[in-house]
């Protein structure tokens, strides 16, 4: 009940007060929107801490002349910014990056989607053949580079070396990771045969093609090169472009674990990548400042990737029903 005040105004009674705003007064789809924001707020405020606070926290030091023993340290503007410009190595892990990025993405479709293709035809053995491609993705990279750098040993240890003097191919053991020249192809090559996760999602999109498509195909007398050129091949476009995207994406993340096995970096930086190069900043030279700022351009390097990359090749893809 609503009583009179003694100014004048009217006082809603506890009741009135609840049933005014009660959820069974609210809309449907205001109900629907509280209830989705009550089950992804959890998620929200984990992901803000763990990725969110931390980030926040990487642009305040790229500010800072920040080390282990100076947190946070001062205010120094946009030196830090301008001292990782200035740095050659810099520059060089970028063109090496991108070198990377540019052999190995192409290399990952076409294994791949070949694979893929291999696969699909149901061939004796075929599960064997999917566990051995999927292997080399299934471990962290850590691993797969501690394999690869005694692969390329060079003495009796390397199996590479060991093969190639037995066979009379070489008269001496090739330095394969501690020559300027051959370093950074070795590092790459070791990168390359990490498709097996792409292989998977290939499959999975062979296996939803129309089957309508196909019959009409085999119909029309095509052969199975014509069916791969012109049908499946153009109807995988769509898994292409989120597969070329997720790789450009994660294109300056490649090969920190196996230049941190294998080469650190060198020799004589040859072989130095962005993510390495911010490792060293923080943990070798305890310039979190500097690593804080060489991260953020990093970042801001793999958006204007993600802007440039997204929309030709959305613009090429074609989806199917």
Same mark, same amino acid.
């Given at each position: 009940?609503?009583?009179?005040?003694?100014?004048?105004?009217?006082?809603?009674?506890? =009741?009135?007060?609840?049933?005014?705003?009660?959820?069974?007064?609210?809309?449907? =789809?205001? /109900?629907?929107?509280?209830?989705?924001? @009550?089950? #992804?707020?959890?998620?929200?405020?984990?992901?803000?801490?763990?990725?969110?606070?931390?980030?926040?926290?990487?642009?305040?030091?790229?500010?800072?002349?920040?080390?282990?023993?100076?947190?946070? %340290?001062?205010?120094?503007?946009?030196?830090?910014?301008?001292?990782?410009?200035?740095?050659?190595?810099?520059?060089?892990?970028?063109?090496?990056?991108? *070198?990377?990025?540019? +052999?190995?993405?192409?290399?990952? +479709?076409?294994?791949?989607?070949?694979?893929?293709?291999?696969?699909?035809?149901? @061939?004796?053995?075929?599960?064997?053949?999917?566990?051995?491609? *999927?292997?080399?993705?299934? %471990?962290?990279?850590?691993?797969?580079?501690? #394999?690869?750098?005694?692969?390329?040993?060079?003495?009796?240890?390397?199996?590479?070396?060991?093969?190639?003097?037995? @066979?009379?191919?070489? %008269? !001496?053991? +090739?330095?394969?990771?501690?020559?300027?020249?051959? &370093?950074?192809?070795?590092?790459?090559?070791?990168?390359?045969? %990490?498709?097996?996760? !792409?292989?998977?999602?290939?499959?999975?999109?062979?296996?939803?093609?129309?089957?309508?498509?196909?019959? !009409?195909? &085999?119909?029309?007398?095509?052969?199975?090169?014509?069916?791969?050129?012109? +049908?499946?091949?153009?109807?995988?476009?769509?898994?292409?472009?989120?597969?070329?995207?997720? /790789?450009?994406?994660?294109?300056?993340?490649?090969?920190?674990?196996?230049?941190? #096995?294998?080469?650190?970096?060198?020799? @004589?930086? =040859?072989?130095?990548?962005?993510?390495?190069?911010?490792? /060293?900043?923080?943990?070798?030279?305890? !310039?979190?400042?500097?690593?804080?700022? &060489?991260?953020? *351009?990093?970042?801001? #390097?793999?958006?204007?990737?993600?802007?440039?990359?997204?929309?030709?090749? /959305?613009?090429?893809?074609?989806?199917?029903?």
């Amino acid at each position: 009940m609503a009583s009179e005040s003694q100014d004048g105004s009217l006082d809603l009674t506890q =009741s009135e007060t609840k049933s005014r705003f009660s959820v069974d007064n609210l809309t449907l =789809s205001t /109900q629907e929107s509280i209830q989705g924001w @009550l089950f #992804v707020l959890g998620k929200i405020a984990i992901i803000l801490f763990v990725i969110g606070f931390p980030m926040a926290f990487a642009v305040y030091l790229s500010f800072t002349d920040s080390n282990l023993v100076n947190l946070p %340290g001062e205010f120094i503007g946009l030196e830090n910014y301008v001292w990782v410009l200035e740095q050659d190595v810099w520059w060089t892990s970028l063109k090496n990056v991108f *070198l990377l990025g540019g +052999i190995v993405i192409p290399t990952n +479709i076409i294994f791949s989607f070949s694979t893929a293709l291999l696969l699909r035809e149901k @061939l004796r053995g075929s599960t064997l053949y999917r566990v051995a491609f *999927l292997v080399p993705v299934s %471990g962290p990279p850590i691993i797969w580079a501690i #394999v690869w750098k005694l692969v390329l040993f060079p003495n009796e240890g390397g199996i590479i070396n060991a093969v190639l003097l037995e @066979l009379g191919f070489i %008269g !001496s053991y +090739i330095p394969f990771l501690s020559d300027t020249t051959l &370093a950074l192809p070795s590092v790459i090559m070791s990168q390359m045969w %990490g498709f097996g996760l !792409s292989m998977l999602i290939y499959m999975a999109a062979l296996s939803g093609l129309p089957a309508s498509v196909m019959e !009409s195909a &085999a119909m029309d007398g095509a052969n199975k090169y014509q069916k791969v050129r012109y +049908i499946i091949w153009p109807l995988m476009k769509p898994t292409t472009f989120f597969l070329v995207v997720i /790789q450009l994406v994660l294109v300056m993340r490649m090969g920190f674990g196996a230049v941190f #096995v294998m080469t650190q970096g060198g020799p @004589l930086n =040859s072989t130095m990548v962005p993510s390495y190069f911010i490792y /060293q900043l923080a943990f070798q030279y305890n !310039s979190f400042g500097q690593s804080a700022a &060489a991260a953020i *351009l990093m970042f801001v #390097v793999t958006a204007l990737i993600a802007l440039i990359s997204y929309k030709p090749l /959305q613009s090429n893809a074609e989806y199917y029903q």
